[in-house]
């Protein structure tokens, strides 16, 4: 059982940083990998980063590669996105995922567990 909960949403100005906290329970948290997804209005979901439990290897969609920074601190549960250089597309409800493969975040979807998200709004 894996059960996830987002916060640091909020609004910001394009240009501007923000920084999303995914707190997870799990045993086998550190096992599994660990990830992100976003969802705007009359939008498909959008993979935006992931990164592996067993290995630590990271994953971007080529649209916040370079922007955005995803890490794990598996003593606290913890996963992060440090989002930089924010712009209005960037503008989604972000959902924090967990599964025990990580392909399934970037080829073989979806992912088995979800939170409830936080809402990130990019004003230009």
């Known amino acids: 059982q894996v059960q996830l909960v987002e916060s640091g949403g909020g609004l910001v100005q394009a240009g501007g940083s923000l920084r999303l906290s995914c707190a997870a329970s799990g045993r086998t948290f550190s096992n599994y990998a660990m990830g992100w997804f976003r969802q705007a209005p009359g939008k498909e979901r959008e993979f935006v980063a992931a990164i592996s439990g067993s290995t630590g290897s990271t994953y971007y969609a080529d649209s916040v590669k370079g922007r955005f920074t995803i890490s794990r601190d598996n003593d606290k549960n913890t996963v992060y996105l440090q989002m930089n250089s924010l712009k209005p597309e960037d503008t989604a409800l972000y959902v924090c995922?967990?599964?025990?493969?990580?392909?399934?975040?970037?080829?073989?979807?979806?992912?088995?567990?979800w939170g409830q998200g936080t809402q990130v709004t990019v004003s230009s």
């Open positions: 995922a967990a599964d025990s493969i990580d392909r399934r975040f970037y080829a073989l979807g979806p992912p088995n567990y």
